[in-house]
């Protein structure tokens, strides 16, 4: 029985890798030991597992704000005249056949709208 009990603990000092490191502090048995291992490697793979879960999350999410932005872009265009005017971008300049003279505009979400200029203003 001596050497029975001899050689488990043999096999217990002789068992290493992650149970070995992990437990090395504690005396179990070696069913014991490998029972904490499986559970030590299970709560990992969870662990792991829901952080790649929050990262698909916050790449869903930076892709529905990259979607977003384009489709409110006009929304935050200001109401002001004076402000909106500097971020248009200016077409073309159109004078039609009675005299009059348009600036075709095409805002920051992509709408062309049409202006008709005074005098002054067509001769900048």
Do not use: C, M, W
Not at 7 to 30: H, K, M, N
Not at 34 to 50: E, F, G, K, P, S
Not at 64 to 85: D, K, N
């Amino acid at each position: 029985e001596k050497e029975e009990e001899e050689e488990e603990e043999e096999r217990v000092r002789e068992v290493r890798g992650i149970s070995g490191l992990l437990l090395s502090s504690f005396d179990l048995s070696i069913n014991t030991r490998y029972i904490a291992t499986i559970v030590l490697i299970l709560i990992l793979i969870l662990i792991l597992i829901l952080i790649l879960i929050l990262i698909l999350i916050l790449i869903l999410i930076l892709i529905l704000i990259l979607i977003l932005i384009p489709v409110f872009a006009p929304l935050a265009t200001p109401l002001s005249p004076e402000l909106t005017r500097h971020q248009l971008l200016v077409v073309a300049i159109i004078e039609s056949p009675a005299g009059d003279v348009f600036e075709v505009v095409l805002d920051a979400g992509g709408q062309a709208s049409g202006q008709r200029l005074g005098l002054e203003e067509a001769l900048h």
